[in-house]
Nanobody, 133 residues
Framework: EVRLVESGGGSVQAGGSLRLSCNSSGYTYSGGTYEFTCMGWFRQAPGKEREGVAS??????????EYADSVKGRFVISQGSAVNTVYLQMNNLKPEDTAMYYC???????????????????WGQGTQVTVSS
């Protein structure tokens, strides 16, 4: 069974930084290791829909990334050295970034954008990020 576990959330003041990590397990099988086709970060604030923040298709050159307009220039998604691991470096945080952040993995290849929830097969339980003004 695939499990995604997020960590690194917390409370910071506006302008601060946090680094989220997503580690996964359960993707090995007798024939080897299954590598997720993509990984992403989503967030959901109270009373709002879950929205895509950043995604990455892993590759030898650092992978192909995509960002929501609201975080471009402030957030950086990157793949870890361990397979099926992803990070989200969040800089210059704003109060509107406050939300539960979720890691997602393994795209279905149905959409042009990977910032949509329907694309992903697996989800973590989330880590809370709170930014105060």
């Amino acid at each position: 069974e695939v499990r995604l576990v997020e960590s690194g959330g917390g409370s910071v003041q506006a302008g601060g930084s946090l680094r989220l990590s997503c580690n996964s397990s359960g993707y090995t099988y007798s024939g080897g290791t299954y590598e997720f086709t993509c990984m992403g970060w989503f967030r959901q604030a109270p009373g709002k829909e879950r929205e895509g923040v950043a995604s990455i298709v892993p590759g030898v050159d650092g992978g192909h990334t995509e960002y929501a307009d609201s975080v471009k220039g402030r957030f950086v998604i990157s793949q870890g050295s361990a397979v099926n691991t992803v990070y989200l470096q969040m800089n210059n945080l704003k109060p509107e970034d406050t939300a539960m952040y979720y890691c997602a993995a393994d795209c279905r290849g149905m959409k042009d954008s990977l910032l949509v929830t329907d694309e992903y097969n697996y989800w973590g339980q989330g880590t809370q990020v709170t930014v105060s003004s």
